[in-house]
């Protein structure tokens, strides 16, 4: 018996793994490399409760493979083109991998008998709204990536019909903390910081988001995953708080001690953008009895420690 995570090589996938090795589980990492960093595979090189399979999630027979012949009981399927500005630039590319990928990993489960299986959703599958979100609201997303993920979440809904396997259908908002893969805003401000510019160059900084401390985002995942009875579940995974971009960075720049002043850089404000993202987390605290912490002085903290900056 074993649990499937794709994405293993990604930012949310490492910490997935550490929670799921945490309980002793035994655990097939599964990437293609494409993204993510390979350094998140190697560090559990000697540890036996871990396998790494280098397949594309697109490749409907290799991930078939992969689940039948380890015995695959639960997948967390996390494998994405998750960059939203990337997403953009590339349409076919992110429904390929997300709509497409998603689909060969419900075949893969169905005929391998899998138990449970969680897929990484989005807050962005909800419309714009200065409000919290709640899991109820119609979805009405308004980029190309939050579309792909609604559509994920729609194939889901289909496959349910025709198997028993019990899904989780987790809607992440924005994670942060140490081991980051993408360019968003904190690993952009840590890098900036770490360079020794006294001046940063960022986006837009008044959007307000969600910002999830993410070896909590993991834990939550694993443990939403073990309580969800229903066929569907849906569920948000968020703090409930909204921070201003513009809060963070001072937050960030005053725990840094290096002292920074912020300059527009116009290449990095994104031609489209939500205002405000935020998650209504009762129904996470319903399921496990918890949410993320919003402190995100404890957080940011914690990511400069990692860093070696505190
Ligand atoms: N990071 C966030 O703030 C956030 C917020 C909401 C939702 N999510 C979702 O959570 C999941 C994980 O996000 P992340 O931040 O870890 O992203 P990430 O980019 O770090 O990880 C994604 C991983 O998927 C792998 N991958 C991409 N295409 C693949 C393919 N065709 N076959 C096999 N592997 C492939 C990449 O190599 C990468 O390692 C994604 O589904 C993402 O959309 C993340």
Known sequence: MSTLVTGAAGYLGSYVIDTLLSQDRQVVGLDNLAWGNKEHIDRL???????????DVTDTAAVTSVVQEQGVTDIFHLAALHFIPAAVADPSLAVRINVLGTQSMLDA??????ERMAFASTGDVYSPSDDAHHEDLEPAPFNIYGLT???????IRNAQRSTDT???????????????????IVPEIVDQLKAGSGVLRLG???PRRDMVPVHEAGRALVEA????????TTVNIGTGTA????????TLVELAGTGATVETDPDKVRASERMHLQADVSKLRELIGWAPSP????????????????
């Open 295 to 310: 402190d995100l002085a404890a957080g940011i903290t914690a990511l400069l420690q990692a860093e070696g900056m505190a």
């Open 243 to 250: 921070h201003r971009m513009g809060d963070l960075v001072d």
């Open 45 to 55: 090189a000697d540890d036996e409760r871990f396998s790494f399979a280098n397949v």
């Open 149 to 155: 993920k609604l559509q994920g979440e729609q194939l």
């Open 109 to 114: 489960a169905k005929s391998g008998g899998v």
């Open 225 to 232: 995953l073990g309580a969800a009875s229903e066929p569907i």
């Open 166 to 184: 019990k899904f989780l259908v987790a809607r992440f908002f924005n994670l942060y903390g140490a081991r980051e893969t993408n360019p968003h």
């Open 204 to 206: 837009n900084l008044e």
